[in-house]
């Protein structure tokens, strides 16, 4: 399977309440084609930043993370959980290719009115739907602004790189200037006295 394919999954629920107050089901995705999935490091389902209105409790502390279990049918995977997909919660299904791609069907993710962008609004996919697995990090990172020019991307992870080797040359000089001191008292306690 190319990289650049779209793969594209049929998404169904055992319980066909998406959106509504306590929905917790199990999620299913057959992908198209059928055999996106067959070489892949894994397919699971993220939930993340939720909470339960009713009861209080949070699964997970907030974060579940459920492995997509083959059903038995080429191509189609379902949580082995129950998922929550209303309220706050942001569902992903997620499928990691080697060696790098990373997609992901945004399942259940609010609105988000404190960020601006193609990302901010409502998204549900509805049961029975076709959606099309997009770059995960685009899900990840609502909040992150497409106007910002890659240079400036390019320089900040620069700068960072550059920090963590300033600091790795830092305590390697410390070290070694631990092990110098170190090795002159034990020379000179070795000495003989005059």
């Not at 594209?8 to 066909?16: A, F, K, N």
């Not at 089901?25 to 699971?44: E, F, K, M």
């Not at 080797?165 to 070795?190: C, D, M, Q």
């Amino acid at each position: 399977m190319a990289g650049t394919d779209v793969i594209m999954g049929h998404v169904s629920y055992d319980d066909d309440c998406i959106g509504t107050d306590g929905c917790m089901t199990r999620v299913s995705v057959r992908t198209d084609p059928l055999d996106a999935a067959d070489d892949a490091v894994w397919i699971s389902a993220l939930a993340y930043q939720g909470r339960h209105r009713t009861s209080g409790e949070v699964p997970g502390n907030g974060m579940l993370s459920v492995a997509m279990e083959p059903t038995g049918h080429a191509g189609e995977y379902r949580s082995s959980e129950p998922l929550p997909v209303y309220g706050n919660w942001k569902v992903l299904i997620r499928l990691h290719l080697a060696p790098t791609t990373m997609v992901s069907i945004p399942v259940h993710m609010p609105a988000d009115t404190a960020i601006s962008g193609p990302a901010s609004g409502l998204v549900q996919v509805d049961d029975g739907t076709d959606a099309a697995f997009v770059h995960e990090p685009f899900m990840l990172q609502r909040e992150r602004k497409p106007d910002v020019p890659t240079w400036l991307w390019a320089t900040m992870y620069g700068v960072v790189i550059g920090s963590w080797l300033v600091l790795l040359a830092f305590y390697g000089w410390l070290f070694a200037a631990a092990a110098g001191a170190s090795g002159v008292a034990a020379r000179n306690e070795a000495a003989p006295a005059p």
